[in-house]
């Protein structure tokens, strides 16, 4: 594809950024429209040395850039907030060619992305430490909050911008240094956000990008010493294996991994709130976040009336090309992907579950697209239920009472965000506190902004994103106890 479709070109970035240069490597690999197939760019394949010189140029960065005061770093990250909404549609495009999702959602999360840079750099200068009372009248215990160090990064390819400066903004605002593993399957949106933070004057080696061999970047990134933090966002399984090599060097470590939210509908509840919630949960990005509703708990009262309002919603979903024209939905990110819905969606119907209505599709045959399905009657016991599907396909389950859907919202290792609409005040606070989750939606199926703290409990992981909260994993806290002689 050429570059003319973007108004700044120079924002197609094929290298990796290290100590504030471009870097090629020998390798290079493919980067692909999951819409059409399409070759985007060929993009350098960096890998161990190339990670190691990256922790180098980090490690290098840190005392001058821990020692600039919050106001410099805030200052930086300001217009790093208005370069990026200057190139909004430009990033939008990027994205949408790169992962598939449609423009107005690739323009939504550029706007969130941008908001965590606005966020951080307010925060930058509200890092406070604390006065402790003596416990001794010659003692004066202070403590303070300084930047953990060197923060290695690794995000996911379902949110190519915004899971890269909700653990960058907060890192730079408190004076830590960055290397960043995006997805290999969406690195051109974190390398246009590299571009533009280094025109908005972050200095050289304090935000790294290196993409391409995952595992190699991987060991560098989790084993090297000077790496103090490591803030990871993807699939549990990877989560798990890359937190327990961390602990060799006993690493600072937050996780974000997978979810299996339920949304839980109540007879109370109003359905066409909770059916606009489904939808928005649900289908959201195809159904590939980590916060999408993945089993649908529907109390038997309202069961037949909400499967038919939200069938009707499901049968107008259209999955098309994101860049050709308005469509609801882009393609899943692979093969690999739209064969996983399929999957579910058979295993489902084996164990006796219906498909109450598909949605179209109107993207090319090369793309990878998954109609939008509604399932009724699922078994308790289905793949859908277990496993997260990440795709556009919503099963219905039935059950009788509270403290039933309580029970099987529970059941499950995750424990990321999980949804409930009723009218009762009174189930809303029971049922909100009962579920163990780190986020709920009450009456809601958007629960996601840059003011409030994302994350999980259970084995979704631990740290939190966004909001005050979100700078703690970047700060380690010091305490200075001070004997002071009598006069
Ligand atoms: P998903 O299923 O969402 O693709 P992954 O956990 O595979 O989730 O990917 C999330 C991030 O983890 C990506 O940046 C990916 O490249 C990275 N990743 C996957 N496997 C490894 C690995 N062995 N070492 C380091 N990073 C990895």
Known sequence: MSDAWLSRPDLLRTEGFIAGRWEESDTRYDVLNPATGACLARVTQHGAEAATRAVDAASAALAAWSATTASERAAILRRW?????????????????????PLAEARGEVAYAASFLLW?????????????????????????????????????????????????????????????KPSELTPLSALALAHLGAEAGVPPGVFNVVSGEAPAIGEVLTGDPRVRKFSFTGSTAVGKMLAAKCM??????SLELGGNAPFIVFDDADIDAAVSGAIASKFRNSGQTCVCANR??????????????????????????GLAGASDQGPLINAAAVAKVERHCADAVERGARILARGQVSG??????????LLVDVAPDALLVREETFGPLAGLIRFDHEEEAIRLANDTPAGLAAYLFTADHSRATRVSEALEYGMVGLNTGLISTEVAPFGGIKESGFGREGSQFGIDDYVSIKLVVAEIAPA
């Open 120 to 180: 951080f750099a307010e925060e930058a200068r509200r890092v406070y430490g604390s006065v402790i009372p003596g416990n001794a009248p010659t003692r004066r215990l202070t403590v303070i909050r300084q930047p953990v160090g060197v923060v290695a990064a690794i995000t996911p390819w379902n949110f190519p911008a915004a899971m890269i400066t909700r653990k960058v903004a907060p890192a730079l605002a408190v004076g830590c240094t960055v290397v960043l």
């Open 81 to 101: 907030h208005e370069l990026v909404l200057e190139s909004a549609e430009d990033l939008a495009r990027l994205m949408t060619a790169e992962q598939g999702k």
């Open 296 to 321: 649908f708990l529907v109390q038997d009262g309202i069961y037949d009336r909400f499967a038919a309002a939200l069938a009707r919603k499901v049968g107008m979903l259209n999955a098309g090309d």
């Open 364 to 373: 090319p045959p090369e793309g990878h697209f998954a109609r939008a399905t």
């Open 248 to 253: 060799a060097t006993v690493k600072r470590v």
